[in-house]
């Protein structure tokens, strides 16, 4: 197998995430969980998307998944390495996407990284280096307030200089809409100042087809899924990957009992958790409970496991973000998220033993927690359920065929879980 793209993600929903996005690119695409073991049977594909979940760990971990994930890639042939992140740019000071770059750029032995969080399909852009959510800039979005990585400064050759070691210049709008040799050229006074990363603008769709024809003449890009779709079709119109058709075929229908678990605290997800109330009974944990007593989460198996039978059910620790201010405040930001996640571990493996074979997860770090817990090594890219979400398939399952959603929790409308339901047969 030799590939035509290799990518590194930092969580798994946005490993799907970008799956999806290549896969409707014409890439025929498979996700892996973890760096594959090298007796994992993969069929011919041209990218694989390996997930970690090293957005929020230690830097230095973070650094070593990512440079094990490279190694393989590279040994399979992949010419080129997206460093996938979160199109919000999920990133404290202290967080790990400089850290990762640096490492990953001084083994490939780049001069020169692009780097963009822009996707305006899902109103994510990049103007003047500022990253906007729809019409505002991300520090006044609701999306700053993520409970592990919040955001409060939207200029992102700011945020990145102060995480990466090497300096951080810019490839304006202006540029890029001049085409991809003026973006090289760009590059190249950049790189000849000692600059090793470019945040670069994009704000039409255009922009990242002009974005993916550069990066894919270097060895390392950094960006969400737009600069995956952006990769995927410059591959395709240069001819070093022949356009497969996006098939929404499935294969066989698994069935067996079905259930969702939220985890995600944006107000995407809440809502979501709101609607879903409508058409299937839901839960809600009291994450205080998980924390300062025993018996939450057998609480919550001995609620589901009798309604499985009748149809699908919905188990959230979802909370507002005043409601995980207050408990990190009371139990520590780490040792908080860390509980929860582990307790939804805990609930998901009992599940499925109970039998449910389709299980829909929204929250990345939730969706970490639960694939690491049920041992799935590996996804076939199937059906779209929203933007950035797709319906997968589970390799190598230890509980045998599986269908999973993992969506990170800003993405899908306010009938998601009713949505992939409908899909996930």
Known sequence: MTLALGCIADDYTGASDLANTLTRAGLRTVQTIGVPADDLALPEVDAVVVSLKSRSIEARLAVARSRAAETWLRGRGAGHVLFKICSTFDSTDAGNIGPVMDALRADCGEAIVLVTPAFPETGRTVYQGNLFVGAVPLNESPLKDHPLNPMRDSNLVRVLARQSKTQVGLVDLATVARGAEAVQARLAELAGKGIGAA??????????????????????????????????????????????????????????????????????????????????????????RILTEEGEVERALAWATPRLAEGPVLIASSSTPDQVAALQARHGRDAAGHAIEQAMADIAENLVKSGVRRLIVAGGETSGAVVDRLGIPGFLVGAEIAAGVPVLRAVGAEAGDMLLALKSGNFGGPEFFADALGLMR
Not at 215 to 232: F, K, N
Request: proline fraction near 2%; glycine fraction near 12%; hydrophobic fraction near 45%.
């Open 199 to 288: 945040i670069i603008d994009a704000v039409f769709d255009r922009d990242l087809e002009t974005i993916g024809l550069v990066a894919a003449r270097h060895r390392l890009s950094v960006g969400a899924s737009g600069m995956g779709l952006g990769l995927a079709r410059a591959l395709v119109s240069t001819g070093k990957v022949r356009s497969a058709s996006a098939s929404s075929e499935q294969g066989t229908a698994v069935g067996g009992a079905a259930a969702c678990l939220a985890g995600s605290c944006s107000q995407a997800t809440l809502q979501q958790i709101a609607k879903a109330e409508s058409v299937m009974p839901v839960l809600r944990l009291d994450p205080d």
